[in-house]
């Protein structure tokens, strides 16, 4: 249902920087306490942060930023040679080591959002973010 326009960012953003989506295989559905889940999800994503890397983990409770923040944190990511991964946990949220891992915990909004919506709100924002860098007339 999502996933349309999810691409239809993702080939935006393609022209401002090199776009990964990555799905990791969630623990959840293996009959795990939630605790469990939330740690072997967690193993999975600290698995791929490089050591140049920036973790952004998605979490209800972390800072809400505006657009134009965003795109300044994207700037100066970009100007320190950082990559960025943004971490959107699965059905029990992220692990407390991926959210004390990350650089930056980032709420998209106070209500919980399934993960799909929050990978299409994450992707329009990054889209944003990058045109607002660039001066271009997206964002109103």
Do not use: C
Request: proline share 4%; charged share 25%; hydrophobic share 40%.
């Amino acid at each position: 249902m999502f996933a349309p326009a999810v691409d239809d960012y993702a080939q935006r953003l393609s022209h401002y920087a090199h776009l990964e989506l990555l799905e990791l295989r969630g623990a959840s559905g293996k009959n795990l306490s939630p605790a469990v889940a939330r740690r072997t999800e967690g193993q999975s994503i600290l698995e791929k942060v490089k050591p140049r890397d920036w973790l952004i983990a998605l979490d209800e409770s972390g800072q809400m930023l505006s657009s134009v923040e965003l795109s300044r944190f994207i700037e100066q990511a970009q100007n320190q040679s950082r990559e960025l991964l943004f971490a959107i946990g699965g059905d029990e949220g992220l692990g407390r080591e991926v959210i004390d891992a990350a650089r930056l915990v980032l709420s998209l909004s106070r209500l919980t959002l399934p993960h799909r919506l929050a990978r299409l709100v994450l992707v329009e924002q990054l889209y944003r973010a990058f045109t607002l860098l660039h001066g271009e007339p997206y964002h109103k």
